[in-house]
């Protein structure tokens, strides 16, 4: 199917005179990264138009993901126009494929970046427990919530206290390294950010814009879950598409520009594909005192490459 959904892809980026150049390396680096075809030169592909992509492309589980593709290469174009969320919602009804990327792109485009960010966290607010550490689900956000959170800061910082190879130990490392301060201790660090920060120390990806990015596709190539995909969305959102701001996290525009951001995500397509568990759902907690080389053989997750 490599072939047929690049074709589809290169239709739905030819709007507007053309695709753009980080729309053209994005797909470039999908093609020939993750799905292993540098010999495919997208500049002589024929495009898929939407009908035929519907009579090509059948599998429900093809459709979905050439659709997060479609959104994808979307949110790289700048600035968002009109023109390309139309051939994009085009192909989608085409494939019978819905969901709340197509519609954060659209309000993004029509309405701006507050709604765009507010349709986000409808989305995201209907399955938060999906996000959380499972045994951190329901962790008090108002009443009390200042007592409770100086309790998880206080818990997670003993995991420092654990051998220096364990998970727990490199977790509160993450945090010392890149200057960032612990759940519970930042009010813009609340509890749903641990078992994201554990993921990042998981897979080996730093909290920089191309690393965020990284990781939310190593997800999704892990499990293409609902919960995944939005928070791959959210990513893109934030360091891509340039509207979603958080706390003291400015949102920034064109991160898949940046020298090796391309492969960086395209590797992670592919390290997510060849784990043999999903170590995003797991009890994270629960794993502290194991060493770190021993959860990652547990799920299965590849070295991370230099580049």
């Known amino acids: 199917m490599v072939e047929t959904v690049a074709r589809v892809l290169v239709g739905v980026i030819d709007v507007d005179g053309g695709p753009t150049d980080e729309q053209r390396a994005v797909l470039d680096a999908v093609v020939a990264g993750y799905w292993g075809r540098p010999d495919l030169d997208l500049s002589s592909l024929a495009p898929l138009e939407p009908s035929a992509a519907s009579a090509a ?10 659709r997060e593709l479609m959104v994808m290469l979307e949110l790289c174009r700048h600035p968002l126009t009109d023109a390309q969320v139309t051939r994009v919602e085009e192909y989608a009804a085409a494939l019978g494929e819905s969901g709340p990327g197509l519609e954060v792109a659209r309000a993004l485009v029509n309405d701006g970046a ?10 995201t ?8 550490e499972p045994t951190l689900r329901g962790f008090p956000s108002d009443e009390g919530a200042d007592l409770a959170n100086a309790e998880l800061a206080a818990r997670l910082r003993q995991f420092h206290d654990l051998p220096d190879g364990s998970l727990g130990y490199q977790y509160v490392e993450f945090y010392r390294r890149n200057g960032i301060e612990l759940p519970g201790d930042d009010p813009n660090q609340p509890a749903v950010f641990v078992a994201h920060d554990m993921c990042h120390v998981i897979a080996g990806y730093e909290p920089t814009g191309p690393g965020e990015l990284a ?47 391309t492969d960086m995500l395209a590797r992670a397509l592919v390290r ?36």
């Open 57 to 66: 492309v059948t599998d429900p589980a093809h459709r979905r993901r050439v």
């Open 114 to 123: 507050a709604e765009a960010t507010a349709d986000y966290f409808r989305f």
């Open 125 to 132: 607010g209907a399955a938060q427990s999906a996000f959380e």
């Open 215 to 261: 990781l939310g596709a190593m997800q999704l190539a892990v499990d293409d879950s609902d919960a995944h995909w939005l928070a791959f969305l959210g990513n893109l959102a934030v360091h891509e598409a340039g509207f979603l701001s958080v706390g003291s996290l400015v949102a920034k525009e064109a991160t898949l520009t940046r020298a090796g951001a």
């Open 272 to 307: 997510g594909a060849e784990c043999t568990g999903d170590f995003t759902t797991a009890d994270h907690l629960a794993l502290a005192a194991t060493p770190l080389a021993e959860v990652r053989e547990q799920f299965g997750v590849p070295p991370l490459d230099p580049v």
